[in-house]
């Protein structure tokens, strides 16, 4: 595990591109979950389903349904590096890398590999026929169906590692969602996630393993 945050830590100084800021002026940690730390913009980390301790996870399979765009599950093992998302701001904000991250705000969440953006619209899950979340566009291609606000259970006021949260589609109003439902065959042993307008203890998350970005002080 420690050889991945090692691995992450490297990319994101040697490869990763915030316009807002650089960060080879900062040092990024890496934490185990329940550590309470920031999350900040352009954080890297894993997002843990609360209630089946699954993690937010895609690949480059595609829908055979639906959208046809890249898939989204839940995964089960801690130790994929698929599941591993780039904490963004909307590209119309003055957000930068570093700045913590209120409750409320809008955000997108990048997956590292394949680079697309979590997004969601109004086509049929798979399994359960709730709302679709899917992966599309990339660096150049973003649009509102990528913004996801956050919303922070308790009275914290920015986002911590050990915060729970949900997370709310902007364009549909539904929440990020998983459940016990498992995929059989391309994805087997992968449970749906999907979207659903109402709030349920089934779509509360945790951020989770990662690299998390220092408070950038100078903001």
């Known amino acids: 595990m420690a050889i991945g945050f090692f691995g992450l830590a490297l990319f ?27 999350v900040t913009y352009g954080t890297v ?53 570093g700045n913590t991250i209120p409750n409320g705000a809008i955000i997108r969440l990048q997956h590292m590999k394949t680079r697309k953006w979590l997004h969601s619209h109004l086509h049929a899950s798979p399994i359960s026929g709730n709302l679709e979340v899917s992966c599309f566009g990339g660096e ?15 009275s914290e006021k920015t986002w911590k590692q050990d915060q729970r949260i949900r997370l709310q589609h902007v364009d549909t109003g539904g929440y990020l969602h998983s459940h016990n439902k498992k995929y059989s065959r391309i994805a087997g ?31």
């Open 189 to 219: 042993g992968q449970q749906e996630v999907c979207s659903v307008r109402e709030k349920r203890a089934d779509n509360v998350w945790l951020a989770a393993e990662g690299v998390y970005l220092p408070i950038n002080e100078s903001t």
């Open 45 to 97: 980390l894993k997002l843990m389903h609360e209630k089946t301790k699954f993690r937010l996870h895609s690949h480059d399979v595609p829908y055979g349904s639906g959208s046809g765009q890249q898939s989204v599950t839940g995964f089960p093992n801690v130790d994929d590096s698929n599941s591993y998302w780039i904490v963004r701001p909307t590209s119309d904000t003055s957000a930068k890398q």
């Open 12 to 38: 994101l100084f040697l490869t990763f591109d915030f316009d807002q800021g650089s960060p080879s002026s900062a040092s990024a940690s890496s934490s185990p979950p329940s550590q309470n730390v920031e």
């Open 140 to 154: 150049s291609e973003s649009d509102t169906g990528d913004y996801w606000r956050l919303i922070i259970e308790g």
